[in-house]
């Protein structure tokens, strides 16, 4: 079963789904990205999943051959 992780910024919702699917804490995944140069004040997190699939790829979650373009 999942575990919901609330997003702790108004645009902390890519940490949020990755903590999610990680099953780790909304910390633990913004600390992660702070120390990768992804902050969830950058608007380029707003309009790309690559941001999402480079998190998802460093915790070992299986992802798509391809990115889907929302």
Known sequence: MTTIVLQEETTGCGFACVA???????????????????????EALYTTTTYVRKLLSDLNVPLGEREEVF
Do not use: C, R, T
């Not at 990680?22 to 140069?37: R, T, V």
């Open 20 to 42: 999610m699917v990680a099953g780790k804490s909304y910390a633990e995944i913004k600390e992660l990205a702070n120390q990768q140069g992804m902050y969830s004040e950058d």
